[in-house]
T-cell receptor, first 115, second 115 residues
Framework: GAGVSQSPSNKVTEKGKDVELRCDPISGHTALYWYRQSLGQGLEFLIYFQGNSAPDKSGLPSDRFSAERTGGSVSTLTIQRTQQEDSAVYLC?????????????FGPGTRLLVL | AQSVTQLGSHVSVSEGALVLLRCNYSSSVPPYLFWYVQYPNQGLQLLLKYTSAATLVKGINGFEAEFKKSETSFHLTKPSAHMSDAAEYFCAVTPKQTGANNLFFGTGTRLTVIP
């Protein structure tokens, strides 16, 4: 079966513009996560969705970041008024269930460059 | 708060030599522990995980890790390095509590295999 897919694979934008990053999780996976990987900060958790529950937004770095998950499947991460420090690889992961020991399966990431 | 320390941001070994990548966690209650590998320009792939069953965990590609509570460690080993093992390796944890599902990552260790 297909793994986690993300689009676009690369995105170059100008400072101040908004960007949308998309994640398609593995079919049937109820949990979806966004992480950010940057040189300065390593791998950081951003946001977590579980079924129809309210998302855990505790990792979002500022109110310029938001995410939604429609129909319990596809998720979009939106960054408004991008800044140069937003340049990073944005990784999406999904897991079958909600237990902390569940394996998270990662997509290839979206590499964002803010000029 | 969860914390994961990976000693050595870069490790070089000769082909055929032992691979040892170190990981220590800091929490009073042992968490769930994971090792992920990331090949260039790819997402993260699970190598193995510790979920409170056997303390010696075997993973893919000949890797294994041993959970040692007394040392708060979960070091990754492979008896004989192969050129294809060159990649970045991340140790990660999730706390053993419902609702705390996101992974906390170490800073990563880049493994170089010398022919």
């Amino acid at each position: 079966g297909a793994g986690v897919s993300q689009s676009p694979s690369n995105k170059v934008t100008e400072k101040g513009k908004d960007v949308e990053l998309r994640c398609d999780p593995i079919s049937g996976h109820t949990a979806l996560y966004w992480y950010r990987q940057s040189l300065g900060q390593g791998l950081e958790f951003l946001i977590y969705f579980q079924g129809n529950s309210a998302p855990d937004k505790s990792g979002l770095p500022s109110d310029r970041f938001s995410a939604e998950r429609t129909g319990g499947s596809v998720s979009t991460l939106t960054i408004q008024r991008t800044q140069q420090e937003d340049s990073a690889v944005y990784l999406c992961a999904s897991s079958l269930g909600i237990h902390p020991q569940e394996t998270q399966y990662f997509g290839p990431g979206t590499r964002l460059l803010v000029l | 708060a969860q914390s994961v320390t990976q000693l050595g941001s870069h490790v070089s070994v000769s082909e055929g030599a032992l691979v040892l990548l170190r990981c220590n966690y800091s929490s009073s209650v042992p968490p769930y522990l994971f090792w992920y590998v990331q090949y260039p320009n790819q997402g993260l792939q699970l190598l193995l995980k510790y979920t409170s069953a056997a303390t010696l965990v075997k993973g893919i590609n000949g890797f294994e890790a041993e959970f040692k509570k007394s040392e708060t460690s979960f070091h990754l080993t492979k008896p004989s390095a192969h050129m294809s093992d060159a990649a970045e390796y991340f140790c990660a944890v999730t706390p053993k509590q419902t609702g705390a599902n996101n992974l906390f990552f170490g800073t990563g260790t880049r493994l170089t295999v010398i022919p």
